[in-house]
């Protein structure tokens, strides 16, 4: 299995600025952690890389679709992913990478083997780094590198 490298973002907020567009060029797959808030950002997401998304506090499931929920499961580069825009709304005895959003703050915590990343918000965020992705790289169901990236203004 080749390295697989996951970016991960949240708080779009109807936005995909030039620096988040390019930053996410040759992105694996895309996670999304809620409060998208357009359709076509969606479509544009989904043409760059398959796209793992959970619904935020702005979105609303018809915009993207039925199968979009609160809560998004998936297995990626052979591990356990879990998605949820709340932090306090994440179960994380069942996944490896748990990653939410909604505070526009990028954070990474590791719990025993569980990774915990909030990747901030390119479009509008709270904090000293400016706008930010998370990206985390996977190797043969090994995460090598979970990292806060940021973004040129």
């Not at 709304?89 to 069942?94: D, G, H, I, P």
Request: net charge negative; with cysteine; charged share 20%.
């Amino acid at each position: 299995m080749a390295k697989l490298r996951f970016d991960i973002v949240s708080d779009t907020h109807g936005y995909l600025s030039p620096a988040l567009l390019s930053a996410l060029d040759g992105a694996d797959a895309i996670v999304h952690a809620g409060d998208i808030c357009s359709p076509s950002d969606y479509r544009t997401l989904e043409d760059i890389a398959p796209l793992h998304l959970c619904l935020g506090n702005n979105d609303w499931a018809y915009d993207y679709g039925h199968q979009i929920k609160k809560t998004c499961l998936f297995y990626g580069g052979g591990v356990l992913w879990e998605v949820n825009h709340y932090r306090e709304r994440l179960k994380l005895a069942e996944c490896d990478i748990a990653v939410c959003g909604h505070t526009h703050r990028p954070s990474i915590d590791n719990f025993g083997r569980i990774i915990v990343m909030n990747p901030g918000s390119p479009t509008f965020p709270r904090g000293m780094l400016g706008p930010t992705i998370g990206r985390v790289i996977i190797e043969d169901g090994t995460i090598l590198s979970a990292e806060i990236v940021q973004l040129k203004n």
